[in-house]
């Protein structure tokens, strides 16, 4: 391989992370305000989003001009086929992160009176070792750890459906809790989201190792 394509690859692999680990940082936070409810925290995190969305862009096109000026092939194919991929996940991630900050800003209007809660806590501990173990696979290049991380998603489902039968429930007594409640639903969707997209990012590892794609697959 060419000294020059193979230092294009190497920084690409350093602006994924990059990438990856101020990902991970909006997972923390959105963690915390979750638990908090603060509206200031809320609210500086969705505008933090567009420096997500700028890292995302400049990383596909960096991707993409690689493609198009050294054709490469095999492995470094498919290591650039997986980054454009991951790098779509992780954004996706930031805006889920985003997503749960306005439910939690839609929520700060309608609490006052309403006694029910939810306990996020395990599911975003859940999700942010997933994120983390995912984004440690593609630096260690290791299948064994990313096939973990595939598995994993099942406790983040689980979680997820006892969410949704709690806030079913919780309607059913209160009707006139509706939005408030269904809300409070949302979050623990969007939590579910980023444990798919997770789980993504942990099957383009595996593929870009192995080259096989195990996405629908039994593991």
Same mark, same amino acid.
């Given at each position: ?8 690859? $190497? ?22 305000? #979750? ?13 933090? $989003? ?33 980054? #454009? ?9 930031? $805006? ?18 309403? $006694? ?84 993504? #990012? ?18």
């Amino acid at each position: 391989m060419p000294k020059h394509l193979q230092r294009e690859l $190497d920084n690409i692999k350093k602006r994924i992370l990059s990438l990856g680990a101020n990902v991970e940082e909006r997972v923390h936070k959105v963690g915390g305000i #979750i638990e908090s409810r603060d509206i200031y925290d809320a609210n500086r995190l969705i505008k933090e $989003d567009v420096e997500i969305d700028d890292q995302e862009v400049e990383i596909e096109e960096e991707c993409l001009k690689i493609l198009a000026l050294h054709q490469p092939v095999a492995v470094d194919l498919r290591f650039l086929i997986a980054v #454009i991929k991951i790098n779509n996940d992780l954004e996706r991630i930031a $805006d889920e992160a985003v997503n749960v900050a306005q439910r939690v800003l839609t929520m700060a209007k309608h609490s006052a009176d309403i $006694d029910f809660t939810l306990e996020y806590t395990p599911m975003v501990e859940k999700v942010a070792v997933m994120l983390k173990g995912s984004l440690d696979s593609l630096i260690n290049m290791d299948t064994d750890m990313a096939f973990k991380i595939v598995i994993q998603d099942d406790d983040v489902d689980e979680i997820h459906t006892e969410a949704y039968r709690r806030v079913k429930a919780a309607i059913k007594d209160h009707p006139d809790w509706v939005s408030y409640l269904v809300n409070m639903y949302l979050i623990s969707r969007h939590l579910e989201r980023i444990g798919d997209h997770t789980t993504n #990012i942990a099957e383009e590892v595996i593929y870009m190792i192995e080259g096989e794609i195990v996405r629908h697959s039994e593991y």
